[in-house]
């Protein structure tokens, strides 16, 4: 028999979508900036990965800390990141979030969770005393406090089995010396607990402009939402979570109605298509305000894949973005490690015996001191009332489930996991090899030893730990290195004896294309299509209209695609040079509804084709400084229509493509070498190829019907001497 399903239904807490105060402070959600995405504020300072600055936070008015935080992450290795819809599911790329945690320098017992993505950076702080979000400004960072409106609402069921769980789940009195007075965990076993994260539209929704929703937004939202979450567990419990899968709905089509519970849905269509997904427990995030219980979860049933579900609705999804003043939002934060906490084996505090608190009963003296497995939200100061942490009863009742789960997540011993890295030929580049690690460990790790030498010639070299931050290994591949090369190293975290295996892969530098004349912008072609579900040949069609744009950032929309003027049945083409700003490693991105291909040179790099929501995938491409070519070819069905294209690559973090680096070609009819003249090298070029297909407007081909004929002789004896501008 499976263990007791614990409902548990905590105050229906509606929340009003948040708008910037008019503080200066960035939006949470809409439409990205043409020009990209905000620059960070001034007192923030990511020289060294391993770490964040945030200098001169006003922690509260009148008192201000500057902040050095580490970096963290909860994504497994392994972990797969989905994108579903009506037509389908599709693998896309891990959300593009950074994680840090830290303390108030005059506070240890305090909590700070901060993430950055390429949307902003914000966070939140928790002190014994108040939690308060932390918010970018134009000049910097302050926090602000959440709301104090009391919840009036209260609903709880419980499904007993005598088997496993009944009500009043019994405390170990023989465990008292395993927390602090505060709480905290001494003595307890490091362990990792995989989740599993599903999603509904609703709470897409909360994310994009006018209720068209923003996947990437929001799956960069659930990484953080889970990443403070995890800092909590790994403080009261040490328990770190594990991210292993995480689906996004990107429209209506989610399995999700209203034929039954959230918990009852999610709880049998998990069992019946997911059992297959590695996980020790399943949650399901939703912003669905018209559940009877705010909160559902299994209680007890950690490691059991076919009855570890939580369930959490009602979701702002406004943590951890710019919030406004006195903003409720510290719902979301709550619930989920409130839910979570059943599964891991707790019942809620006014239930143990004797009670912790009152405050289910009724009774809201010393309300404040509720904490995160109480209904101390019911009472005046609300979700305020709840001190993100686990009572020190709580947190032996859960460790003593632990101890007794059905799988042991203990991690044993030292550990290390091997890494993946990539470098561009001749160019040393730095490999965070313990990130992975920390996840996996349970004391600090540090670099114990490590191959000077590679494997096939290449040198590294340790790069020493800055204050707060983590020694590193920068590799330098040799001459003529191919294309995948490996070295090895050893962690210590008390005890020496880890070992990994770091896999580069070189790559080679891309020479810049020889542009001819250019100017700002990206040419585009529209073509109407209909019938299809890949991209036609452009080439055969006609188009039916053309002009310039700054830059391909356009998000799914209903209305027309870009400066298409139509909204189904449309395709493109794109073709411009972008200027890299130094030699390196860059990754591309290519995110589209419905599809896209990307290619620079004459070379396809990203096939995002095919009928499919907002999908992004990407590619790795080692690119000398300066211009090359990028054509991007586009199509839509029907349906909400978008097409970003990103980058990321040496001092650039991961944003759509600056119009500032895009160029294109200013026509110049006969000039095939682009040398910006026409004379005997462009009709060298035409007869050298006479008679052969090429593609189009390359070699010969002056006008662009892949053939080399005597009308592409005629343009340039027309043209002859001309130069360009």
């Not at 309300?367 to 009332?385: D, K, P, Q, R």
């Not at 090895?488 to 542009?515: F, N, Q, W």
Request: hydrophobic share 40%; proline share 8%; glycine share 8%.
């Amino acid at each position: 028999m499976s263990p007791t399903r614990f409902v548990c239904a905590l105050a229906a807490l509606i929340l009003a979508p948040l708008i910037a105060d008019g503080s200066g402070v960035i939006p949470r959600a809409g439409r990205p900036a043409e020009s990209g995405p905000p620059a960070p504020p001034p007192s923030m300072e990511t020289a060294d990965p391993t770490t964040l600055r945030l200098e001169a936070v006003e922690i509260e008015p009148g008192r201000t800390l500057n902040l050095h935080l580490e970096r963290f992450d909860i994504l497994d290795p392994d972990a797969v990141f989905i994108v579903a819809g009506a037509d389908g599911e599709f693998e896309t790329t891990p959300p593009a979030v950074a994680l840090y945690r830290g303390t108030l320098p005059d506070d240890p017992d305090s909590l700070i969770v901060v993430a950055s993505t390429p949307r902003g950076t914000s966070g939140i702080i928790r002190t014994p005393n108040q939690t308060r979000a932390l918010t970018p400004t134009p000049t910097g960072f302050k926090t602000l406090p959440f709301d104090d409106t009391p919840i009036t609402t209260q609903l709880c069921a419980v499904n007993a089995r005598a088997d496993n769980f009944t009500p009043g789940w019994p405390e170990p009195d023989h465990q008292a010396n395993r927390t602090t007075a505060q709480g905290e965990t001494e003595g307890a076993p490091c362990r990792v607990a995989s989740i599993a994260i599903d999603t509904d539209w609703e709470c897409t929704q909360k994310f994009g402009v006018g209720g068209e929703g923003d996947a990437q937004s929001a799956a960069e939202y659930a990484v953080f939402l889970l990443g403070a979450v995890s800092e909590i567990y790994r403080r009261d419990l040490n328990v770190r979570l594990n991210v292993t899968y995480l689906r996004i709905w990107a429209d209506a089509a989610d399995p999700w109605d209203n034929s039954d519970s959230l918990y009852n849905q999610f709880y049998a269509y998990w069992n019946t298509n997911m059992l297959a997904v590695p996980r020790d427990a399943a949650l399901l995030l939703s912003a669905r305000l018209d559940q009877v219980f705010a909160g559902e979860a299994s209680i007890a049933a950690l490691c059991i894949t076919d009855d570890a579900y939580a369930v959490v609705t009602k979701l702002s999804a406004s943590f951890p973005f710019p919030v406004q003043n006195q903003s409720p939002s510290n719902w979301d934060l709550f619930i989920s490690a409130h839910e979570l906490g059943h599964v891991f084996g707790s019942i809620h505090t006014h239930e143990y015996a004797p009670p912790i608190d009152s405050c289910g009963s009724g009774n809201c003296a010393n309300a404040n001191l509720g904490t995160i497995m109480s209904y101390c939200h019911l009472c005046a100061g609300g979700v305020n009332n709840i001190n993100l942490q686990f009572h020190p009863r709580v947190i032996e009742t859960i460790l003593a489930y632990l101890d007794a789960a059905p799988c042991d997540l203990a991690i044993d011993g030292n550990h290390a996991a091997d890494d993946h890295a990539h470098a561009a030929e001749l160019l040393p580049t730095t490999i965070d090899v313990l990130l992975n690690d920390q996840m996996i460990s349970c004391a600090t790790v540090a670099i114990d030893a490590f191959d000077p030498i590679s494997a096939n010639g290449g040198t590294v070299e340790l790069v020493p730990a800055g204050a707060f931050g983590r020694q590193r290994l920068r590799y330098t591949p040799p001459i003529g290195a191919g294309p995948t090369d490996t070295f090895t190293y050893s962690i210590v975290d008390g005890m020496p004896g880890g070992a990994a295996t770091v896999t580069i892969d070189i790559t080679p530098l891309r020479a810049p294309d020889l542009t001819g004349a250019i100017e700002p912008g990206v040419d585009a072609r529209y073509f109407i299509v209909s019938g299809v579900t890949q991209i036609p040949d452009y080439t055969a069609l006609s188009s039916y209209a053309s002009g310039i744009v700054p830059m391909l950032n356009y998000p799914a929309t209903n209305a027309p695609f870009a400066t298409s003027g139509r909204t189904d049945f449309v395709g493109a083409r794109f073709d411009a040079f972008i200027n890299a700003p130094v030699s390196g490693l860059y990754t591309l991105y290519l995110a589209s509804d419905d599809g896209s291909i990307l290619s620079i040179g004459n070379a396809t790099l990203i096939d995002n084709d095919g009928i499919h929501t907002m999908t992004e995938r990407s590619a790795v491409i080692g690119l000398q400084q300066g211009m090359h070519r990028l054509r991007i070819d586009f199509f839509e069905r029907n349906g909400p229509a978008g097409l970003i294209v990103s980058w990321a690559g040496p001092g650039i973090t991961k944003q759509p493509i600056p119009a500032l680096n895009w160029f294109q070609s200013v026509p110049c009819p006969g000039d095939r070498n682009l040398d910006a003249t026409v004379n005997v090298d462009d009709l060298n070029i035409v007869l050298s190829q006479w008679g052969m297909a090429v593609p189009p407007f390359t070699g010969g081909d002056d006008n662009g019907d892949g053939q080399v004929t005597v009308n592409d002789l005629n343009i340039i004896l027309s043209h002859w001497a001309n130069t360009c501008p």
